[in-house]
């Protein structure tokens, strides 16, 4: 089995929207694809099997719907960032480690499934920018608050990626771990294919061209906490409206602008965490990284 679970912010949607664009030749080649939009409709719910905590029988549903999903298939790749936690679970406990729960809802999922050999993806991505996107999405999904209260008491020197690898390392069911840089995903997305599906579909998965959840503009931050500050929107969902209207307003424009929420030594600090932290995953056992062909770049 291939398990990607990640990370939220790091391509993750882009690359599921690449593997739905060809699930049935991925069908036909004996492989059980199952991507986050399948797993998450109403009515194949799989998320019981990502928590320990709750309902047996819902658990048992869960798991049986599971079987039904990947019977008769040869091979099972499955796409899902939320079995490691929430956007938010990650998001929020940054400061001490991103999804602090992933190996225990990774094991349980795992052992209730009875996989062995399995192999894990994830993507990681440097940490100012990763915070800077993650403040769009929290902005998108009616979270509202100013940036500098969203990285309040952020700290670049504590490691963000390491205690989350470190920790699936040790999990017997797990056979290897592939990590790649978010920041090379364009020029490895071919070995990322590979990975996952085999070395026929090198040439035939091709990178949907469209961008998806893109970050916002300054123009839409500003207009979204401009509005924030006025304090007439209590309602979440009224929020999450708001801000899909402006930023479909907004995107028209041509003048737009990137917002600059880092001040350099803020940005070189990350950059040097980042670096670092990469040196230690790639020492982990169990760990391959994938990197871009020199004569390719």
């Not at 209730?112 to 192999?119: E, F, Y």
């Not at 771990?177 to 579909?201: C, K, M, N, S, T």
Request: glycine share 4%; proline share 6%.
């Amino acid at each position: 089995m291939i398990l990607h679970i990640g990370a939220h912010k790091t391509a993750t949607t882009h690359l599921q929207r690449s593997l739905e664009r060809q699930q049935r030749e991925i069908r036909e080649r004996g492989i059980a694809c199952l991507i986050a939009r399948k797993i998450r409709r109403p009515d194949r719910i799989f998320a019981p099997l990502f928590r320990p905590e709750g309902s047996t029988q819902r658990k048992a549903k869960a798991l049986e719907r599971f079987r039904e999903q990947i019977k008769g298939a040869t091979k099972l790749v499955m796409s899902e960032e939320n079995i490691s936690g929430s956007f938010r679970d990650g998001v929020e406990n940054y400061r001490h480690g991103m999804y602090p729960h992933a190996t225990e809802r990774i094991s349980f999922f795992l052992t209730k499934a009875d996989l062995n050999n399995v192999t894990l993806m994830m993507s990681v991505r440097d940490p100012a920018a990763f915070l800077s996107s993650a403040y769009s999405e929290m902005l998108r999904s009616g979270r509202w608050m100013t940036f500098e209260h969203f990285v309040e008491k952020v700290d670049f020197s504590r490691p963000a990626w390491l205690p989350q690898i470190q920790g699936l390392t040790g999990l017997n069911r797990v056979r290897r771990i592939i990590v790649w840089r978010y920041e090379d995903y364009h020029d490895i997305f071919d070995q990322i294919i590979v990975a996952l599906l085999g070395p026929e579909f090198r040439e035939t998965l091709l990178p949907t061209p469209k961008t998806i959840r893109p970050g916002y503009s300054r123009e839409v931050v500003e207009a979204i906490l401009a509005e924030h500050q006025k304090n007439r929107i209590p309602e979440r969902e009224d929020r999450i409206t708001f801000a899909r209207e402006t930023e479909e307003r907004i995107s028209q424009r041509s003048d737009l602008t990137r917002p600059a929420y880092w001040p350099a030594d803020a940005l070189a600090a990350a950059a040097v965490s980042y670096q670092r932290e990469i040196e230690q995953i790639v020492d982990l056992p169990k760990v391959h990284m994938l990197r871009p062909d020199p004569a390719r770049t």
